[in-house]
């Protein structure tokens, strides 16, 4: 531990400034309060702060980011300029430990460079808590001190600073800037380990039961709505509680253009589940349509779903969400208290956590920028359906999974999820067709032959072909639904002799909407392969010579073995409850249902939070999974 | 060919246009990708060849439907500007008035002469395909919108509340200054501009699409305003929205 003068501290901090290499942020009055802000000199320093109205987060996952900035007119795009190193002084442990939160996100699966780009040049000086705010409860959440994630750590002893050097970087920065730096004596020591501990006590928060338990209390609550309800009343949706979250991490992605309609930026900024618009898609679907599903998601988030991925309750105590919320509904320790009583005087008994098993791996960047393909063909299906050939420009194979997504761009306007509909043994290009229902898709049907879209992946799990090997193929789809059954229905015709009995079921509103009618015609002659069609009505003046029903209509009139049978099943978000209910009912197991599901999807990459059910993500986890996997999941089906 | 732009005005205060003509620079640019060809603002002539047409004001009397329903034939796309066009703005709150009373308030004398009813937005006559929400507009949003008409997208408008950007923006909350804020009900897309300059969100954007209201009041008079007041605050530009038609 070091020693250093409050003035030459702030001689420290005047010799960062001056030398243009840093960025030198710090804490600063703003009105009555606080905020991180870049500093001018040493003496703008507020070191004896509370709490900032926004956590340092905004330095590594800014409000507003470029990702990356592209020419409209062939989609080639350009890489950010390089930006300073920083140093950010003065923030409270609770934020770095927030930072460390932020870093496995950001890492899991794969990582994002944008972050730690930043992450990485930057260098943290904290600052051990003098006050705090009264909404603050970190000594309960073990986040008041730290010993780790930090360059230097200051504590204040009156007329100078013990330092902690926590890193390479910052005893290096400390003995380049800094004069008369001293090593601290014992008594400046047992000092230090005092104020830590007057730290511990400092709360004005009470928890009435050990928040180990809180991923337990949270399990016990899921399905008590009416607690959900009570709580939520008041919700503005106002998205404040998220916002301000040092541990919250949700974005949203959008393309920017320039006023000359040349250069667009892609840009992501914050967003937050609470807001209401935040898992609805375009078809007009909601996931969490109501103000108490969405304030129980982000308990979950950050109580349960985090805690079962990474260990940690993603909450570091900082009391911002309690502060900031109008009606006072957000505070966690009012909610978690309220749940132990609840859940107490029901007579559960409700004991800490088990920490589980954690296996974060990280497999290179994430890329946000897409590969440059040329729509090679365009064959118009249904007024509202077009299917697209596309290739690579650089003349690779997207080499893709049957079930596999990739993210479409439309230049200008910007990113969809779109399945691949074609087998992997088509060689050369991919297919995607495309249902017309807002502005990327729109533009999409707009664009001719030879016109350039951008394409990022495959991602997600896709169908696991091996294992379908051998066996009974059911596959049911109803409307867009064949899209990504095709990709893996047309392997199997690929290579059938691989696989055993095959039937498919389709289904659709009308018989003018069904899809690739051609293919279909084709199959209903091929004596290898059970095909049936429903429409769920036809009108006068059309002809139709199949089923009219809805397509549980059609599960009847097949015959299969339902220990032998896989069913694959993809359709609009109220089909899967009723086909799941028949299999079921002719005893198909739960392991052989396998569904491929739709979520609002901006990243792709398990990143954005938007495609989130419960504790899954449909863009990683997903977009196919094994019935038996999601079936007590209560946001999946 | 450029698109063709044309600028119509009903009962409202042409601060809207006013913010379009004022955009000098960034207007250069934008008219490089269009053609004007009526804005009384900065131009005689009138045209009634276009493809965009801009409304701006509220519809306060019969006789004003026809004239907006022209403009919609005449138009491929058409876009609501300022507060007034597209949810009725602060001419609703003539709405809580008696009819009569206002007319003789505005026309004294010759009131029976002028026939006005209940201000509403330019949607309540006519589909609307886009809507530049503000009052003033603001001149960012206006850019955004054109840029994605121009693009061939649906503006997007948010439908989250004005705090959304006024904690992004970091600001010091209204409540926390002592003063009062309709921002958690109101539409956002202004940058939270007015707290930003240190003021209160009026709610000139109107409402989102499911704000909770009472839970709004009750912040508001939980902070200390009357209940008069705080319904004073719903008035201001959610008239036509509250359904005070
Ligand atoms: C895994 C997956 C596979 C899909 N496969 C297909 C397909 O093969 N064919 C097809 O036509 N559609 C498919 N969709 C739906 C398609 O992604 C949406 O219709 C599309 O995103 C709508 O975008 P938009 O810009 O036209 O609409 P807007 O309403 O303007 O949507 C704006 C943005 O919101 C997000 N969003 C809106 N709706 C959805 C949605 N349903 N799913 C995910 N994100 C959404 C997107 O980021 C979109 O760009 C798939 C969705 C997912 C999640
Ligand atoms: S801050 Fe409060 S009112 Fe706003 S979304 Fe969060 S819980 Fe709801
Ligand atoms: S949930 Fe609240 S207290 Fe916990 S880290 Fe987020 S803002 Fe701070
Ligand atoms: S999903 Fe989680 S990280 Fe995202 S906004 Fe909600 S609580 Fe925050
Ligand atoms: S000042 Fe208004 S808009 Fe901003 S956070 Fe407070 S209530 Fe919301
Ligand atoms: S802050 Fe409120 S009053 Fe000001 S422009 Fe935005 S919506 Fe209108
Ligand atoms: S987390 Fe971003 S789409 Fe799944």
């Known amino acids: ?637 | 060919m450029k698109p063709k732009v044309a600028f119509f005005d009903f009962a409202g205060c042409e601060g809207d246009q006013l913010q379009v003509a004022n955009l000098e620079e960034d207007l250069l640019t934008l008219l490089g990708q269009v053609e004007v060809v009526s804005f009384r603002e900065i131009m005689k002539e009138h045209n009634e060849d276009y493809d965009i047409a801009f409304i701006e004001g509220s519809c306060t009397r019969l006789q004003d439907e026809d004239r907006l329903k022209q403009i919609r034939k005449n138009a491929k796309i058409v876009v609501a500007i300022g507060s007034c066009a597209t949810i009725g703005g602060i001419n609703a709150l003539k709405n809580y008035k008696n009819l009569d009373e206002v007319r003789q308030i505005v026309y004294g004398e010759s009131a029976r002469l002028f026939d006005t009813y209940a201000a509403r937005p330019i949607d309540a006559i006519i589909p609307v395909d886009a809507y530049v929400h503000g009052c003033p507009i603001d001149r960012n949003e206006f850019l955004q919108v054109v840029k994605s008409l121009l693009l061939g997208k649906k503006p997007e408008v948010p439908n989250y509340p004005v705090c959304v950007e006024c904690k992004k923006n970091e600001n010091i909350c209204a409540f926390d200054r002592g003063q009062f804020c309709v921002g958690p009900v109101t539409r956002a897309g202004c940058n939270s501009c007015c707290i930003n300059e240190g003021t209160i969100c009026w709610g000139c954007r109107g409402l989102i699409d499911n704000p909770n209201e009472n839970s709004q009041k009750e912040i508001l008079i939980k902070y200390g305003l009357t209940v008069d007041d705080a319904i004073g605050k719903f008035k201001l530009y959610f008239g036509w929205q509250e359904g005070k038609r």
């Not at chain 1, 779903?305 to 320790?333: E, H, K, M, Q």
């Not at chain 1, 095959?502 to 009618?517: D, N």
């Open chain 1, 1 to 637: 531990m070091k020693i250093i003068s409050k003035d030459e501290f702030s001689n420290f901090v005047d010799a960062l400034i001056k030398d243009e290499k840093w960025n030198v942020i710090g804490v600063k009055a703003k009105g009555d309060k606080f905020a991180f802000g870049p500093l001018e000199n040493a003496n703008e320093l507020r070191l004896d702060y509370d709490v900032t109205l926004l956590p340092p987060k905004k330095y590594f996952f800014p409000q507003r980011e470029t990702l990356f900035t592209y020419n409209l007119a062939d989609g080639s795009s350009a890489k950010n300029p390089e930006t300073k190193p920083s140093v950010i002084i003065g923030v409270h442990p609770y934020d770095i430990v927030a930072l460390f939160h932020m870093d496995e996100i950001f890492r899991d699966t794969k990582s994002d460079p944008h972050y730690f780009e930043k992450r990485n040049s930057t260098v943290i000086i904290g600052v051990n808590m003098q006050k705090m705010s009264k909404w603050n409860f970190a000594p309960y959440m073990g986040c008041a001190i730290v010993d780790y994630g930090y360059d230097l750590m200051l504590t204040d002893l009156g007329n100078r600073y013990a330092i902690s050097v926590g890193s390479q970087k910052g005893g290096e920065l400390l003995s380049k800037y800094a004069k008369n730096v001293n090593s601290a004596l014992a008594r400046d020591i047992q000092l230090v380990g005092q104020k830590k501990r007057e730290i511990m006590n400092m709360s004005q928060q009470k928890f009435d039961f050990s928040t180990e338990m809180i991923p337990e209390l949270l399990k016990e609550t899921y399905e008590e709505s009416g607690f959900w309800e009570k709580h939520a009343e008041k919700c503005l949706a106002c998205g404040s509680c998220v916002l301000v979250c040092p541990t919250c991490y949700c974005f949203d992605v959008k393309d920017n253009p320039d006023l000359a309609l040349e250069q667009v930026e892609r840009i992501r900024t914050w967003d937050g589940c609470l807001l209401e618009d935040f898992a609805k898609i375009a078809s007009g679907e909601n996931f969490r349509p109501t103000r108490p599903t969405r304030y129980r998601h982000r308990y979950f988030k950050k109580g349960k779903y985090l805690f079962d991925r990474f260990g940690f309750i993603s909450c570091v105590g900082c009391g911002r969400c309690s502060s900031n919320c109008l009606p006072n509904i957000a505070n966690p320790v009012e909610l978690f208290n309220d749940m132990y009583h609840e859940i107490h005087s029901k007579g559960v008994k409700v004991s800490p956590a088990q920490t589980p098993e954690v296996n974060i791996q990280t497999e290179g960047n994430i890329d946000y920028v897409p590969r440059l393909a040329t729509i090679i063909n365009k064959t118009v299906m249904t007024p509202n359906e077009t299917l697209f050939e596309i290739k690579m420009d650089d003349g690779s194979e997207l080499g893709h999974k049957p079930g596999q997504f990739a993210e479409i761009s439309v230049f200008g306007i910007g990113e969809a999820p779109i399945s691949i509909s074609s087998p992997p043994t088509k060689k050369g290009s991919f297919e995607i067709c495309v249902r017309k229902v807002g502005n990327v898709t729109n533009k999409l049907h707009t664009l001719k032959v030879g016109d350039k879209v951008g394409v990022r992946g495959p991602f997600g799990n896709g169908f696991d072909v091996d294992a379908l090997k051998g066996k009974d193929l059911l596959f049911v789809a109803g409307g867009l639904g064949i899209a990504p059954l095709r990709s893996l229905f047309n392997y199997v015709v690929d290579k059938r002799k691989e696989f055993g009995h095959v039937v498919l079921l389709y289904g659709c509103k009308e018989p003018r909407e069904l899809l690739f009618s051609k293919e279909m015609e084709e199959l209903a002659r091929r004596p290898d392969v059970e095909f049936k069609a429903t429409v769920n009505w036809c009108p006068d003046g059309e002809s139709w010579g199949g089923n009219i029903g809805v397509i549980t209509t059609l599960i009847p009139q097949v015959s299969f073995d339902p220990d032998k049978i896989y069913a694959i099943v993809c359709g609009p978000p109220v089909m899967y409850k009723y086909v799941i209910a028949d299999l079921k009912a002719r005893k198909v197991p739960d392991d052989h249902i396998i569904v491929s599901l739709e979520r609002r999807m901006k990243c792709g990459v398990g990143k954005c939070g938007h495609c989130q059910i419960n504790q899954i993500y449909v863009c990683k986890d997903g977009p196919v999974f094994n019935y038996s996997k999601i079936k007590g999941v209560p946001e999946a089906l």
